[in-house]
C-alpha cells in the first residue's frame, strides 16, 4: 500500500522551459510534504517543504503547491537548468507515526541544453 | 562541515556472511534513520532510534538489526545477506520537531550480495 505516488517515471524538458514534478498521496492526516533532489552516487538533499495548512510556497526557482482535496502535489521549476538534471523524490510526514518520513518511488528529470 | 558520513560507499558480501554498514553525524541530532532503496523504488524506512529508543517499521525482516551506541554513530547489520537484499542503503538523521525542514542523508552505501 503505496501512500505516496509518483506516476511518471520521467520527465524530460528544455533548459529555460518550465519543468512540473507530480505526486500524489493518500493518507490525509499527513502534516507536511517535502521534495529532495537526488544525483547519482550521493544521498537525497532537501529541496523544498510545504505544510498541509498552505497551499503555495516558493523558493527562488523552485514552487511548490498542494491541493489537499485532490491530495495532491507538485514542484514546478522554472526556469529550469541542466544542473537540475537528477531524481526528485516527493515525501510526507506522518504525525501518526512519529513524523517518519514516507517517499514516493522518484521522477527523473532531464533537462536538456 | 557539519555532515552525516556512510562507509564504506560500496560493500561486496557473499550470500550469508553478515555485514555491517556505518553511520556517523556531526549535527548532534537526536534522532537517526535507516532507509533500504532498490532500484527505481522509493526509499523504504527500516527502522529509526529516537535518542535511545529503537523503532522497527513492522516489515523490516530480522535478519537486519541495529545498534546505536551513542548520539554520533549508528550501525546496520545483516545477519545473513540474501540476494534480496542488495541495495543502497541510505542512513539520515534529524532533529525530533523539525521534520519540516527535512532530514540529512548521508551518501548511502550501495550493497552488492554475491
Known amino acids: 500500500d503505496q501512500q505516496v505516488k509518483q506516476n511518471s517515471p520521467s520527465l524530460s524538458v528544455q533548459e529555460g522551459r518550465i519543468s512540473i514534478l507530480n505526486c500524489d498521496y493518500t493518507?490525509?492526516?499527513?502534516?507536511?510534504f517535502l521534495w529532495y533532489k537526488k544525483y547519482p552516487a550521493e544521498g537525497p538533499t532537501f529541496l523544498i517543504s510545504?505544510?498541509?495548512?498552505?497551499d503555495k510556497n516558493e523558493d527562488g526557482r523552485f514552487t511548490v503547491f498542494l491541493n489537499k482535496s485532490a491530495k495532491h502535489l507538485s514542484l514546478h521549476i522554472v526556469p529550469s537548468q541542466p544542473g537540475d538534471s537528477a531524481v526528485y523524490f516527493c515525501?510526507?510526514?506522518?504525525?501518526?507515526?512519529?513524523?517518519?518520513?514516507?517517499f514516493g518511488q522518484g521522477t527523473t528529470l532531464q533537462v536538456k541544453p | 562541515d557539519a555532515m552525516v558520513i556512510q562507509n564504506p560507499r560500496y560493500q561486496v558480501t557473499q550470500f550469508g556472511k553478515p555485514v555491517t554498514l556505518s553511520c556517523s553525524q556531526t549535527?548532534?541530532?537526536?534522532?537517526m534513520y535507516w532507509y533500504q532503496q532498490k532500484s527505481s523504488q522509493a526509499p523504504k524506512l527500516l527502522f529509526h532510534?529516537?535518542?535511545?529508543?529503537?523503532?522497527n517499521e513492522a516489515d523490516t525482516p530480522d535478519n537486519f538489526q541495529s545498534r546505536r551506541p551513542n548520539t554520533s554513530f549508528c550501525f546496520l547489520d545483516i545477519r545473513s545477506p540474501g540476494l534480496g537484499d542488495a541495495a543502497m542503503y541510505l542512513c539520515?538523521?534529524?532533529?525530533?520537531?523539525?521534520?519540516?525542514?527535512?532530514?540529512?542523508f548521508g551518501s548511502g552505501t550501495r550493497l552488492t550480495v554475491v
Open positions: 532510534y529516537y535518542d535511545k529508543d529503537f523503532n
Open positions: 515525501a510526507a510526514t506522518d504525525p501518526s507515526n512519529t513524523g517518519k518520513l514516507i
Open positions: 539520515a538523521t534529524s532533529r525530533a520537531g523539525t521534520e519540516y525542514y527535512g532530514y540529512t
Open positions: 510545504i505544510s498541509s495548512i498552505k
Open positions: 549535527l548532534n541530532h537526536n534522532v
Open positions: 493518507n490525509s492526516m499527513f502534516d507536511y
